[in-house]
């Protein structure tokens, strides 16, 4: 596909947008281009007029009869029903709790107990820190004595053998934004004899994530980023049906109980997927989460990911054409295809210039050591908006107006 | 003391209440007598209004900024070191995060990585079912290999041995509220070189709790009861400092690293409390927690914990005068200082009596299988509440009202 790239265009793409009425959804401040979705989504009218709800309704005029009288003891299956539809599940595989770090320690170690003839975990060189981190955890803790090992991408698939336990895979990495095949790998695990468990957290909403066609067997996920949740938002687990009868996890609190409230002192776990619960449930922060879901799903599938497509290359062709020679390289897939909803460009200046898009309203992200991030979201932004982000970082970067002193202090950023 | 208990006393009581004005802070429906905030706090005009400005200002216009801007970073050790005045722990002992399940997953196997060379756990026979069942998924998941043992109340102290590794009580029972003699246990547990890990879900704004002065080891305990935090609010743990050091635990997410921000691929652990810390914090629920704690911190303590004295004293003194011989029997303990800021009583029909009391207005909770809790906040309750909640519940004991159908089906409660 050509892409013409005059503003007239781009308005005339913004004109045929099947989902230009979205923005209209989002409350984002005046003056912001916002390019960060894909770190924390933004807040939505329907998200605000549910926390009011959930805040001085429920919870303050129901108050502890919220739990059945408001639906709070069934959101994580409710949420988790709504969310398995944007990652190919099935109703039932899917709950919204914890964080995802809680969440892949629960699933890493569940994928474990199915498994416990073999040991070896397989990770990657460079996957998302708190993944790695927890399976650090395991690996300290579990009487399953589990050996990692953290290859570079492009050896995942030879290292998956006949000793593996379970990979750990991040779908879409968060830094380049490149897609992991988790059809062809999850069949590799499969074929091994190996369990795979993804982190979906720059997928979910993002790129085409079919678990049950793949036959994925665990998944987790984030709430917070391009769902839109809300800042720390509930995250999400998904086990294979197949696999409720048999896997068990560790932290098995009342919440994973089958009559939590009989209040027995012996544990008998539920038996589906909410097996994967520990606590009560953060009804608060599952109520932004909820209504943005709502949101997504209003959305066709094919459109939402046809305009990340649409819109991530024409964003990287509007900086080949307005920014070649001002010392970007691309650090994600040339191909849109194999990429997720964000692209990432190096620059030796790269901190001070997303200080000072972050000033003139651009609002990305900075990744150490080296890496803008700019995220895309087929809901809240324009074609428009692409040209406007361009032409003020091709101004910055001609300009260099990011060697000012006030963009070269390095702040704690997330 | 001596309680007087006519209407007048009791007005009187009220007028010279230190606390009374607390209780216009509080967004309490009209008509409704809430006996339940040991199960789940009411909203706080101060809490609404945090949320709204969460929610619209920080999430809203901050957007990802506000990990910076709008301090969520900080918000576990911020909100942790509010906390700790609550239950006389030091700054930098505290974080709130997670949920209590959660939180005494982290506080137990911390607690088993400082003391490796013995692998028992103790703790008692209907304790909190959460704490139990999170002992047993410890058992199943630890390479610690350890041995659970429950013992019936009275013989704790004696089950206390060379061998154990790790006492793990509730402070405050969650139906009867009797309270465990913190300091004496405790100094019992390290007698014998073992330490203990202190459930205050019960406890935490309702009685005395002195943690570094009774030497106690690990601390967890709830957000949404006496905190008033909200539905599923965030929990807290409570490591003593001089385990910071030593201490590892196996949820070691991302927020637990010492430098989460530089993406590397080795966990290296935090030095002080937030070593503690799993995934990103939810920043929703954690606002209207912070909301409710600042109340909590402008009344005094002396005053708060006279207070719940007073108020249970005279609720049971009300009970004995006006419902003897109705059927009730007290299941707390007689004296009001050996229980925390709930009264429960049995009643061969408690489950349809409370249903009555909810439906005229008087909130409490059944708990299996005979029994009715009533809960005391020193912040929005009045002395003369009390009359008026037991006046209904004689005149429902005396009419048996409560043998009308509705109120017999049986409901999930919480």
């Given at each position: 596909?050509?892409?013409?790239?005059?503003?007239?265009?781009?308005?005339?793409?913004?004109?045929?947008?099947?989902?230009?009425?979205?923005?209209?959804?989002?409350?984002?401040?005046?003056?912001?281009?916002?390019?960060?979705?894909?770190?924390?989504?933004?807040?939505?009218?329907?998200?605000?007029?549910?926390?009011?709800?959930?805040?001085?309704?429920?919870?303050?005029?129901?108050?502890?009869?919220?739990?059945?009288?408001?639906?709070?003891?069934?959101?994580?299956?409710?949420?988790?029903?709504?969310?398995?539809?944007?990652?190919?599940?099935?109703?039932?595989e899917v709950v919204v709790c914890d964080s995802t770090s809680v969440n892949l320690f629960k699933a890493v170690?569940?994928?474990?107990?199915?498994?416990?003839?073999?040991?070896?975990?397989?990770?990657?060189?460079?996957?998302?820190?708190?993944?790695?981190?927890?399976?650090?955890?395991?690996?300290?803790?579990?009487?399953?004595?589990?050996?990692?090992?953290?290859?570079?991408?492009?050896?995942?698939?030879?290292?998956?053998?006949?000793?593996?336990?379970?990979?750990?895979?991040?779908?879409?990495?968060?830094?380049?934004?490149?897609?992991?095949?988790?059809?062809?790998?999850?069949?590799?695990?499969?074929?091994?004899?190996?369990?795979?468990?993804?982190?979906?957290?720059?997928?979910?909403?993002?790129?085409?994530?079919?678990?049950?066609?793949?036959?994925?067997?665990?998944?987790?996920?984030?709430?917070?980023?391009?769902?839109?949740?809300?800042?720390?938002?509930?995250?999400?687990?998904?086990?294979?049906?197949?696999?409720?009868?048999?896997?068990?996890?560790?932290?098995?609190?009342?919440?994973?109980?089958?009559?939590?409230?009989?209040?027995?002192?012996?544990?008998?776990?539920?038996?589906?997927?909410?097996?994967?619960?520990?606590?009560?449930?953060?009804?608060?922060?599952?109520?932004?989460?909820?209504?943005?879901?709502?949101?997504?799903?209003?959305?066709?599938?094919?459109?939402?990911?046809?305009?990340?497509?649409?819109?991530?290359?024409?964003?990287?062709?509007?900086?080949?054409?307005?920014?070649?020679?001002?010392?970007?390289?691309?650090?994600?897939?040339?191909?849109?295809?194999?990429?997720?909803?964000?692209?990432?460009?190096?620059?030796?200046?790269?901190?001070?210039?997303?200080?000072?898009?972050?000033?003139?309203?651009?609002?990305?992200?900075?990744?150490?050591?080296?890496?803008?991030?700019?995220?895309?979201?087929?809901?809240?932004?324009?074609?428009?908006?692409?040209?406007?982000?361009?032409?003020?970082?091709?101004?910055?970067?001609?300009?260099?107006?990011?060697?000012?002193?006030?963009?070269?202090?390095?702040?704690?950023?997330?």
């Open positions: 596909m050509t892409y013409k790239l005059t503003r007239c265009d781009l308005q005339d793409l913004d004109r045929k947008d099947p989902l230009a009425s979205f923005k209209n959804k989002f409350l984002l401040p005046d003056g912001i281009l916002y390019m960060n979705g894909n770190s924390l989504g933004p807040l939505s009218r329907r998200a605000k007029e549910r926390m009011s709800d959930a805040v001085e309704h429920e919870w303050g005029t129901q108050l502890i009869r919220g739990w059945n009288t408001a639906g709070w003891y069934d959101m994580p299956t409710r949420l988790g029903n709504k969310l398995s539809q944007l990652i190919g599940a099935a109703d039932g170690s569940a994928a474990l107990s199915i498994n416990p003839s073999r040991n070896k975990i397989i990770s990657e060189v460079g996957n998302f820190p708190t993944d790695l981190y927890i399976l650090d955890g395991i690996k300290q803790f579990s009487n399953n004595n589990p050996t990692i090992r953290i290859k570079p991408r492009n050896n995942i698939i030879e290292a998956i053998d006949t000793e593996t336990a379970v990979v750990v895979l991040t779908h879409v990495h968060y830094v380049s934004g490149e897609i992991f095949p988790m059809d062809l790998i999850t069949r590799k695990a499969h074929e091994m004899g190996a369990l795979i468990v993804w982190d979906l957290s720059h997928s979910v909403g993002a790129v085409r994530t079919d678990l049950n066609s793949a036959k994925a067997d665990f998944a987790v996920g984030c709430g917070y980023k391009h769902l839109n949740g809300g800042p720390g938002a509930p995250a999400f687990l998904y086990a294979a049906k197949r696999h409720h009868q048999t896997m068990q996890q560790p932290l098995s609190g009342w919440f994973s109980h089958k009559k939590p409230f009989e209040f027995n002192d012996d544990y008998m776990p539920a038996d589906g997927i909410s097996k994967m619960l520990t606590g009560t449930t953060g009804v608060l922060g599952a109520s932004a989460l909820e209504a943005s879901l709502d949101i997504m799903l209003e959305a066709r599938t094919t459109d939402r990911l046809a305009k990340v497509l649409n819109l991530t290359t024409i964003f990287q062709n509007l900086i080949t054409k307005q920014c070649s020679g001002l010392g970007l390289t691309l650090a994600s897939p040339e191909n849109p295809a194999d990429r997720g909803a964000h692209i990432s460009y190096r620059h030796s200046n790269a901190y001070a210039i997303m200080q000072n898009l972050i000033k003139r309203g651009v609002i990305g992200d900075f990744r150490s050591p080296d890496y803008m991030r700019f995220g895309f979201s087929p809901l809240f932004m324009s074609f428009e908006d692409l040209l406007d982000a361009v032409e003020i970082l091709r101004e910055i970067l001609t300009t260099k107006s990011y060697l000012s002193p006030e963009f070269q202090v390095l702040n704690a950023v997330t």
